[in-house]
């Protein structure tokens, strides 16, 4: 009887416990900011605008002194991209997006560590974004230091380190290695994004999206690639 008792109050106990992280689970969930767009309509208005730059019919929407004002008062950006620092792939020009559109991450390489994911993910749960862009690029030059120093032994940096995953899946692709490496690393980096716990309920359901693309530094262009 008194072994029934325990078996039961433990059961209770388990039940309890479910609940409440059950609770505290939705809690968290309901905490993240309501979405400033849908990511579907996120990533027409970053592809849209990213044709007028191939065009070179640049609007420049968002950048008068008005939206200044607008936005100085909050901000509530309707994508976050994460891009090289490589000076010829500034997000805001390539998309012709202004100020307070493009929540912005830039670091050689386009690499995640916890600071930049911790960033990606505070636009999410603060600032309403509901789209996550890796943007690599073509002739990436972290990525060419990483290509070619993979084989030497040794300390390397951060950077570097970061990088070696994409240029050991990429190893013995057909192609170029670079170009290989260059797409392997934007795949490896959506993946390791968006993994929390509330984030990755909110991807799995469909209303946050991370993509990848490769821009292009002769045409301008963004080739999208599949997930
Ligand atoms: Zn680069």
Same mark, same amino acid.
């Given at each position: 009887?008194?072994?029934?008792?325990?078996? =039961?109050s433990?059961i209770?106990? %388990?039940?309890?416990?479910a609940?409440?992280?059950?609770?505290?689970?939705?809690?968290?969930i309901?905490?993240?900011?309501?979405?400033?767009? &849908?990511?579907?309509?996120?990533?027409?208005?970053? /592809?849209?605008?990213?044709?007028?730059?191939?065009?070179?019919? /640049?609007?420049?929407?968002?950048?008068?002194?008005?939206?200044?004002?607008?936005?100085?008062?909050?901000? $509530?950006?309707?994508?976050?991209?994460?891009?090289?620092?490589?000076?010829?792939?500034?997000?805001?020009?390539?998309?012709?997006? #202004?100020l307070?559109?493009?929540?912005?991450?830039?670091?050689?390489?386009?690499?995640?560590?916890?600071?930049?994911?911790?960033?990606?993910?505070?636009?999410?749960?603060?600032?309403?974004?509901?789209l996550?862009?890796? /943007?690599? $690029? !073509? !002739?990436?030059?972290?990525? +060419?230091?990483?290509v070619?120093?993979h084989?030497?032994e040794?300390?390397?940096?951060? %950077?570097? &380190?970061?990088?070696?995953?994409?240029?050991?899946?990429?190893?013995?692709?057909? #192609?170029?290695?670079?170009?290989?490496?260059v797409?392997?690393?934007?795949? =490896?980096?959506?993946?390791?994004?968006?993994?929390?716990?509330?984030l990755?309920?909110?991807?799995? &359901?469909?209303?946050?999206?991370?993509?990848?693309?490769?821009?292009?530094?002769?045409?301008?262009? +963004?080739?999208?690639?599949?997930?």
């Open positions: 009887m008194i072994r029934k008792r325990e078996f =039961l433990k209770l106990l %388990m039940v309890a416990i609940t409440v992280s059950i609770t505290i689970t939705h809690a968290v309901a905490a993240v900011s309501a979405p400033t767009m &849908s990511a579907d309509e996120a990533l027409k208005l970053l /592809l849209d605008g990213n044709q007028r730059f191939v065009a070179g019919k /640049l609007e420049h929407p968002n950048q008068t002194p008005e939206r200044r004002a607008e936005v100085a008062k909050g901000q $509530h950006p309707f994508a976050s991209v994460l891009a090289c620092s490589d000076s010829r792939t500034p997000p805001e020009i390539i998309f012709d997006r #202004g307070g559109d493009i929540f912005t991450v830039r670091v050689a390489g386009n690499v995640a560590d916890k600071v930049v994911i911790e960033s990606l993910d505070y636009s999410v749960k603060h600032l309403g974004v509901r996550m862009m890796v /943007l690599g $690029h !073509r !002739r990436c030059g972290a990525v +060419i230091a990483a070619a120093g084989e030497e040794g300390d390397v940096g951060p %950077m570097l &380190s970061e990088l070696r995953p994409a240029v050991e899946a990429s190893k013995g692709m057909a #192609g170029d290695p670079v170009e290989n490496a797409r392997e690393n934007v795949k =490896l980096v959506m993946k390791n994004l968006a993994t929390s716990e509330e990755s309920a909110m991807v799995k &359901s469909g209303e946050l999206k991370v993509v990848g693309g490769i821009y292009d530094l002769d045409t301008g262009t +963004i080739e999208m690639l599949k997930n």
